[in-house]
């Protein structure tokens, strides 16, 4: 489905399908749109170089985009709104415009073994809930949901190695603000029953793995402060 004037595919009015094996390129709007109430799958699709999103969901639906290729598209990678659940998994997102996968309110999908590099902005936004484990890596943004993955993961290397970066780059978001505070303020958050008990219980095994690191230090008085 290529150099459509619209979506490459448009499903709705409650229709049940899957979606495989398809390339979606250089459409206007999206590669797939998917506007029903009704169960989806969407897998092992190509979709790369479309003007808006390479998949977007947009109802309150249940399904799963598993095994997608998405690449170079205007927005996103993958962009769910509007109440989706189910999967997100084992897809590729890549140099997007905006984030590799944009979840917006009030989708609790389960979002795990993707990998999301080289986007433009996040390589997973998440407006609420928590994220699996993902490969998430040389992307322009972080949201505060990854930094929280790898928390919960143990993955200190990788949280040593992202605050690293932030601060010797000295990175700012495309609003001017700086991503260091933003990073920070993660830790004035958390989930669960008792989530800044569970943030200072991960700060302290971070700081036994790096004991000279300024970042577990902050992360632990800041995670202690909310307290």
Known sequence: CKNNARNGITIQDNATVEVSANTFCENKWSGVLFASNSQFNITDNNCFD???SGIEINSQTNGSIVGNMCRRNGINGIFVQNGV???ISKNICTENKWHGISIGKNCVPH???NECFKNKKCGIYNDGGMLGYNKIYDNKEFGLQEIHMYLRLEDFDELEKMASQIRNEKR???SGSWQLNYFYSAFEIGYGSRPFEDNADYCARWI???PTSVTPRIAMAISL???
């Open 172 to 174: 700012r978001f495309a």
């Open 50 to 52: 479309n003007g808006m």
């Open 85 to 87: 659940t189910g999967s």
């Open 225 to 227: 402060c909310w307290q």
């Open 111 to 113: 979002v795990d073994n």
């Open 208 to 210: 036994s793995k790096y």
